[in-house]
């Protein structure tokens, strides 16, 4: 299962942007789903996960209050709302489908993975 992201672009700090990824065929209404990114030169880190028909979120530390998660299309279709972007925002920014239902933090528990959409912020 291939997933689709899109939305990442460049923005100057303070500003919002809005990513989005798409289950092919709907097959991640059951799933949960997150999105992880790997800033620059970084390991690959958590960012948002919501549960199948949005049940349940966890954001990390950096995110919260910050950035929302949301599950639309019958919950085929996830989307991360960035608000108040900082440069340390910059990353590639990674759509995951996970084995279960409950979201989850860790990226072992996600089996299929979107190609990532670059998220630029400049100061």
């Known amino acids: 299962v291939q997933l689709q992201a899109s939305g990442g672009g460049l923005v100057q700090a303070g500003e919002s942007l809005r990513l989005s990824c798409t289950c092919p065929r709907r097959t991640c209404s059951n799933n949960a789903m997150g999105w992880f990114r790997r800033p620059p030169g970084k390991d690959r880190e958590f960012v948002a996960a919501?549960?199948?028909?949005?049940?349940?979120?966890s954001y990390s530390d950096d995110a919260k209050g910050r950035f929302t998660i949301s599950r639309e299309n019958a919950g085929n279709t996830v989307s991360l709302q960035m608000n108040s972007l900082k440069p340390e925002d910059t990353a590639t920014y990674y759509c995951a489908a996970a084995r279960g239902s409950l979201p989850a933090v860790d990226s072992a528990s996600y089996n299929y993975w979107g190609r990532g959409t670059q998220v630029t912020v400049s100061s």
């Open positions: 919501i549960g199948w028909r949005g049940t349940g979120t």
